[in-house]
């Protein structure tokens, strides 16, 4: 099997190069410096001399909620750019697998808890982060009708804010998890006393850990082959309250957390129910806190 991970610096990239290079010994995992998805006739190129059997779409341009609400158009644009030239390359050399890596922010704002694969344009998106998510739903859409209309063997997976090794750690562009430890560590460098954090803590969400995200999905390339996309989350759920307090405590941070409640948090809940996954035969085995002092471990043999 000749595989090809895209986006294979990043969170959930790496983290496949890692679970796959044993089992695919004939494993690409360009940089994009190697493979730049916003060139079409590029990614047409490197498709063609590659001959891939099987892609595995991890790249994208991604980020927090603060990145989403102030690069929209980044982050609806290049998203759409580079899943679809990937996708149409595939199509043109006769892939015969392909993975597309969805976000539980393609998901209605409304949708009942825990969020199934059913629910999927029933609704209203959160607008925080509406453009990424529509770009999100372009590629799925693309992917479902190649597969209708040539029979291909292309899925989509959902994950739900997977977090660990390679993420983004910047305290105002990255995701939840990433940008708290930036955020504490700061905090204890400098002897603050305090930290502020956005929003008021209430909002409860699901981490994966990218490991867990991986494996997941290596299962789904043997285990799963329908049109309609399959979640991949923990099941573990956590209010962001609770979160800051447990990353604050890995880094014994001991000084008053305060909350500006004059920004808008999005989603006040987003699980997804993987029921259809665990079916199957899969489960996750990082636990929050372990997946936690993994980050920490990683960010400070890695960042500082």
């Not at 610096?9 to 190069?17: E, I, M, Q």
């Not at 996708?87 to 808890?113: T, W």
């Not at 603050?192 to 494996?215: C, H, M, N, P, W």
């Not at 909350?259 to 987003?270: A, E, H, Q, R, V």
């Amino acid at each position: 099997m000749r595989t090809l991970i895209t986006g294979s610096t990043g969170l959930v990239g790496s983290a496949l190069v890692n679970q796959l290079t044993v089992m695919h010994p004939e494993l690409f995992a360009p940089p994009s410096t190697e493979l730049n998805l916003l060139d079409r006739s590029a990614t047409f190129k490197y498709i063609r001399e590659k001959k891939p059997n099987l892609i595995i779409n991890a790249a994208g341009t991604v980020g927090g909620i603060i990145a989403n609400m102030n690069y929209p158009s980044k982050m609806l644009s290049m998203n759409i750019q580079m899943q679809t030239n990937l996708i149409d390359a595939a199509h043109e050399y006769n892939v015969e697998k392909f993975v597309f890596i969805g976000s539980s922010c393609m998901y209605p704002r409304n949708s009942n808890q825990p969020i199934s694969e059913e629910c999927l344009m029933t609704g209203e998106l959160e607008p925080t982060n509406s453009a990424y998510a529509i770009a999100k739903i372009a590629g799925l859409e693309l992917v479902k009708s190649y597969r209708a209309e040539f029979n291909h063997q292309w899925i989509t997976v959902i994950l739900n804010n997977v977090y660990g090794p390679n993420d983004k750690f910047d305290r105002d562009l990255g995701h939840v998890i990433p940008s708290l430890i930036c955020k504490f560590t700061e905090a204890l460098k400098s002897k603050s006393k305090s930290v502020t954090l956005l929003g008021d803590g209430s909002q409860i969400r699901e981490f994966i850990y990218a490991e867990d995200a991986a494996r997941a999905i290596a299962f789904c390339l043997n285990n799963y082959n329908e049109k309609l996309p399959i979640n991949i989350s923990s099941g573990e759920e956590v209010k962001i309250f609770d979160l800051a307090r447990l990353i604050s405590s890995k880094l014994k941070f001991e000084g008053e957390i305060m909350w500006d409640k004059s920004f808008f948090g999005g989603m006040p809940k987003k699980v997804l129910n993987s029921d259809k996954l665990i079916s199957l035969g899969w489960s996750p085995k990082i636990t929050l806190e372990e997946g936690i002092q993994k980050s920490i471990d990683w960010y400070f043999s890695h960042k500082l």
